[in-house]
């Protein structure tokens, strides 16, 4: 198979229309789904029926395994992009069991109790990830602190229906191409993985410190340092001596090797005593 490129004449024209026409029609698309940070407020505001364009969205979402180690996340997105440095992560602290309703009704409470007592204006959209009853138990706490005037909304996962507080009953369908779709569920799925990945370090936390324990002289301290270092306790069985030694000293790390890796052969002296005198210890 053989590809010509004209260098000249009437071909090369041809191809330069064509790829004039490429370009123009990959920009227009491009603006279409990638409209300004006002247009996509507008939009935001028109499709849900607010009142106002919110320039700034908080939506939460919790996490857990069947009711243990429950969190929350809220993630914040602020005049067209995602702004990480207002990101906040909740241990939930009250509810007993596997009650997301009531996991979601004690983090808005606390979350916008607090923007409450410091007389910190509250966002444009509340957004929490789930059907009808999470937006309910989102409303209910927000209620209860006397807010009546907050706009809130849900977006449920399977249906990628947005419910709006107040207007339930006939809940925001969008097209699938739809730009204000897309940020919803950007923002929706942010906040997921925000609460997800804090869940698994709460649950690597607790497995590490299960497992030191049981081992005389490691604690606390060193179990934050093999967590921030290596991140779970299936890293810390895989890494070496060596490694551990760099991060919490070479007595400890030989203490973890015996009490997490019994089954593996013990070093060579020599060559032990020779990576002792090299080892660089960092506390």
Same mark, same amino acid.
């Given at each position: 198979?053989?590809?010509?490129?004209?260098?000249?004449?009437?071909?090369?024209?041809?191809?330069?229309?064509?790829?004039?026409?490429?370009?123009?029609?990959?920009?227009?698309?491009?603006?279409?789904?990638?409209?300004?940070?006002?247009?996509?407020?507008?939009?935001?505001?028109?499709?849900?029926?607010?009142?106002?364009?919110?320039?700034?969205?908080?939506?939460?979402?919790?996490?857990?395994?069947?009711?243990?180690?429950?969190?929350?996340?809220?993630?914040?997105?602020?005049?067209?992009?995602?702004?990480?440095?207002?990101?906040?992560?909740?241990?939930?602290?009250? %509810? =007993?069991?596997?009650? #997301?309703? $009531?996991?979601?009704?004690? !983090?808005?409470?606390? &979350?916008?109790? +607090?923007?409450?007592?410091?007389?910190?204006?509250?966002?444009?959209?509340?957004?929490?990830?789930?059907?009808?009853?999470?937006?309910?138990?989102?409303?209910?706490?927000?209620?209860?602190?006397?807010?009546?005037?907050?706009?809130?909304?849900?977006?449920?996962?399977?249906?990628?229906?947005?419910?709006?507080?107040?207007?339930?009953?006939?809940?925001?369908?969008?097209?699938?191409?739809?730009?204000?779709?897309?940020? %919803? =569920?950007?923002?929706? #799925?942010? $906040?997921?993985?925000?609460? !997800?990945?804090?869940? &698994?370090?709460? +649950?690597?936390?607790?497995?590490?410190?299960?497992?030191?324990?049981?081992?005389?002289?490691?604690?606390?301290?060193?179990?934050?340092?093999?967590?921030?270092?290596?991140?779970?306790?299936?890293?810390?069985?895989?890494?070496?001596?060596?490694?551990?030694?760099?991060?919490?000293?070479?007595?400890?790390?030989?203490?973890?090797?015996?009490?997490?890796?019994?089954?593996?052969?013990?070093?060579?002296?020599?060559?032990?005593?020779?990576?002792?005198?090299?080892?660089?210890?960092?506390?």
């Amino acid at each position: 198979m053989e590809i010509n490129t004209p260098q000249r004449g009437q071909k090369k024209a041809m191809l330069a229309l064509v790829e004039s026409n490429a370009r123009h029609s990959f920009e227009q698309r491009f603006r279409v789904l990638k409209p300004s940070s006002s247009a996509i407020q507008e939009a935001l505001r028109d499709a849900l029926s607010l009142e106002n364009a919110p320039k700034r969205i908080e939506c939460f979402d919790i996490s857990h395994i069947q009711g243990t180690d429950k969190v929350a996340s809220m993630v914040v997105w602020e005049d067209g992009r995602m702004k990480k440095s207002d990101y906040r992560k909740f241990i939930i602290r009250t %509810v =007993q069991g596997n009650d #997301d309703f $009531a996991s979601m009704r004690e !983090v808005i409470t606390r &979350r916008y109790g +607090r923007l409450q007592e410091e007389g910190v204006s509250r966002p444009g959209l509340v957004l929490v990830d789930g059907g009808i009853g999470q937006l309910h138990a989102a409303a209910s706490a927000l209620e209860s602190l006397g807010i009546t005037d907050q706009p809130l909304a849900s977006i449920a996962k399977r249906e990628e229906w947005i419910y709006v507080y107040g207007q339930e009953d006939d809940p925001v369908v969008l097209d699938k191409f739809s730009p204000v779709l897309h940020l %919803v =569920q950007l923002v929706r #799925d942010e $906040a997921h993985r925000f609460a !997800v990945t804090f869940h &698994r370090t709460r +649950r690597n936390a607790d497995r590490l410190r299960g497992e030191l324990a049981r081992i005389p002289g490691i604690g606390e301290k060193t179990a934050a340092k093999l967590l921030r270092q290596f991140g779970s306790l299936d890293r810390v069985r895989e890494v070496s001596e060596d490694d551990m030694a760099a991060v919490i000293g070479k007595a400890a790390a030989r203490k973890l090797r015996t009490a997490l890796l019994p089954e593996l052969p013990a070093a060579d002296p020599a060559a032990q005593e020779l990576a002792d005198k090299s080892t660089t210890i960092l506390e």
